[in-house]
C-alpha cells in the first residue's frame, strides 16, 4: 500500500518507514529538516522536503492520496517546548489537526499518530500507568500532542477517518541524534564515546519507561490494520533510572568517566512507567528487545 510518513527524516519514523519498506509498501517520507537528516530517509522511500504546516504539504497529500498516513512530524523536545511552548501548539497541535483534516478530505483509510505516553498523564497518581489515567500534562509539549490526539478523534468521529493513536514512552536506539535536547541514552552515548562530560539532571533517580525503536517500528506495522480507533500505551512496564542508564552505556562503552549532576528538567515526570497490555490484547505487541540488548545495539551503532 502507498503510506506517507510524516518526519520520517527523524529518528523513530525513519525505523518506522525502514520497517514499511521492508514489508514491500510504497513509502513517502515529508520533513522539513527542522532535526531530521536527509540521510535518515531509508533507500526506497520517496522523499518530499516541506512543513507539515505549509500549502505545499496540503497539495502532497491531495497528490499522492495515500491509503495511510503515519503522522511522526514534531516538535519533539520537552526541554524546547518549556520555553516556546507556543511554538508546540502550531508544529504539534495545528500540524496535527492539519494532517488529520487533509487525510480525512483525500479519502486516506486511516491515520497512525505517534503520541506520548511519557509526557501526556503528568505526574501519574500510580504506576505502571494505564490508558484509563487521568490526562494532565505538565509541559506544553505533553499538551499539544494530546491536542492532537483530540483533533483526530474529532475527525474520526465526524468524517470517518480511521485512526491507531500511540503512545510511546520514552524511545531509544539508533539514529537518535546525540546533539538535539531529547533522548539521554542518545547524548550520554556520543559524549561517552567522545569522551566529553556527561551531565545528569537533577539526582538521576527519576526512573522512565525506555522502549527499543525497532519494537516501536514493530507497533507502527502491526497498526496498518489493527488497533482501530484506539489509543494505545507503547512501553515496557519497567522503570530504569538516568543513573542506571549512565552506569550502563558508561560499561558498554568501557569507560571510567563519572557525570555531573546538574538543575532537573522543567516540565520532566519524575517516575513514569506504561502498562502495556491493551496494546498487546488489542496489536499482539509485545516488547521484544532487553534494556541490556538495546543498550549495547545502540553503543555499537554509534560506534559506527
Ligand atoms: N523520542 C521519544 O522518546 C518520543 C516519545 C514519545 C513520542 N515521540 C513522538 O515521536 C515522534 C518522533 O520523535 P523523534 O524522537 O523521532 O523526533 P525527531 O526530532 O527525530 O523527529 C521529528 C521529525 O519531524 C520533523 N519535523 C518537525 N517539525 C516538522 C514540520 N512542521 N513539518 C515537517 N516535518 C517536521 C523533524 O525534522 C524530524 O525529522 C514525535 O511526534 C514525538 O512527539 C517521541
Not at 79 to 89: R, V
Amino acid at each position: 500500500m502507498r503510506i506517507l510518513v510524516t518526519g520520517g527524516a527523524g529518528f523513530i519514523a525513519s525505523h518506522v518507514a525502514e520497517a514499511y519498506i521492508a514489508a514491500g509498501h510504497e513509502v513517502h517520507v515529508v520533513d522539513n529538516l527542522a532535526t531530521g537528516h536527509r540521510e535518515n530517509v531509508p533507500a526506497g522511500a520517496e522523499f518530499h522536503q516541506a512543513d507539515i504546516l505549509s500549502g505545499e504539504f496540503e497539495e502532497l497529500v491531495a497528490r499522492l492520496k495515500p491509503e495511510v498516513v503515519n503522522h511522526h512530524a514534531a516538535q519533539a523536545s520537552v526541554k524546547l517546548s518549556a520555553s516556546n511552548p507556543l511554538g508546540d501548539l502550531d508544529a504539534n497541535a495545528r500540524g496535527t489537526a492539519r494532517v488529520a483534516e487533509f487525510a480525512a478530505a483525500n479519502g486516506v483509510r486511516k491515520l497512525i499518530y505517534a503520541s506520548t505516553g511519557g509526557a501526556l498523564y503528568g505526574d501519574p497518581e500510580y504506576v505502571p500507568v494505564d490508558e484509563g489515567h487521568p490526562i494532565r500534562p505538565i509541559s506544553a509539549y505533553g499538551l499539544s500532542k494530546y491536542m492532537g490526539e483530540l483533533w483526530i478523534g474529532l475527525v474520526g468521529r465526524t468524517k470517518g477517518l480511521d485512526y491507531t493513536i500511540l503512545r510511546y514512552a520514552n524511545a531509544y536506539g539508533p539514529r537518535q541524534d546525540p546533539h538535539g535536547e531529547a533522548g539521554v541514552v542518545a547524548i550520554f552515548t556520543g559524549k561517552l564515546l567522545a569522551g566529553e562530560q556527561c551531565t545528569i539532571d537533577g539526582d538521576g533517580e527519576q526512573m522512565k519507561d525506555y522502549v527499543y525503536v525497532s519494537d516501536l517500528a514493530r507497533a507502527n506495522l502491526l497498526a496498518l490494520e489493527l488497533g482501530s480507533r484506539r489509543a494505545l500505551n507503547i512501553g515496557t512496564c519497567s522503570g530504569t533510572s538516568v543513573n542506571a542508564i549512565f552506569a550502563t552505556l558508561r560499561d558498554s562503552v568501557g569507560s571510567e568517566a563519572t557525570a555531573l549532576h546538574g538543575p532537573p528538567r522543567p516540565g520532566d515526570v519524575r517516575n513514569i512507567w506504561l502498562e502495556s497490555s491493551l496494546a498487546a490484547g488489542v496489536l499482539g505487541w509485545k516488547p521484544e528487545v532487553s534494556f541490556a540488548d538495546g543498550m549495547r545495539a545502540t553503543v555499537e551503532a554509534a560506534r559506527e
